[in-house]
């Protein structure tokens, strides 16, 4: 088969293969609704899904919801989220964007990425994740590993993660960006690793221009 010799058919070809690849590929946060996973997506900021998943269970059986985490006592957040980093910060974020959505939404998770992006703690790639695990939405979060294979692969060469999911949304079908943006997670973590790179196992090596195969 040919080489893609073009962004998006780099791109096309990389979500075929990994589809193949990580064929159940799933958000590795826990949640039962769009605003556990609004909560637990803020609190992953510099932090890893485990270390999360570690004190959500707690958090959300005391603060279920926007009303509960919204009247919570600061330091009792403070509390159950102490293993994270920046805590203290994250705490006050979260009982703030718990407030907001009852001020501006009623409590619940809203779809635009404009009112997301308005609340405590949230940028794009939060609200990307929420949109496309959540609430079926198209969302392409880019984190460090999409952002690093996205260069390595050829299909951007900008390093602003906002200017990256720009460039790959042209690139990937609006419905399949949020599972594009997983699996990419995925392979990052398992395979293509930031300080040693498996060429050798990566099925993307017959055609990725930095591939050491």
Known sequence: MAKPRTPKGRAQ???QLLALE???ALCELDHETPFQLLIATILSAQATDVG???VTPGLFARCPDAVALAEARLGDVEQLI???GLFRTKAKNIVLCAQQLLE???GEVPLPMSDLVALAGVGR??????RSVALGLPGLPVDTHVLRLSGLLGLSQE????????????????AERGAFSLRMILHGRRVCVARRPNCEDCVLNQFCPSSRV
Do not use: M
């Open 13 to 15: 070809r990389t979500h």
């Open 22 to 24: 990580y064929p159940e």
């Open 52 to 54: 999360v998943n570690k």
């Open 82 to 84: 102490g293993s994270l």
């Open 104 to 106: 501006r939404h009623g």
């Open 125 to 130: 790639k939060t609200a990307n994740v929420v």
């Open 159 to 174: 390093t602003d993660p906002v200017k990256v999911e720009l460039a790959l949304n042209p690139l990937v079908p609006a």
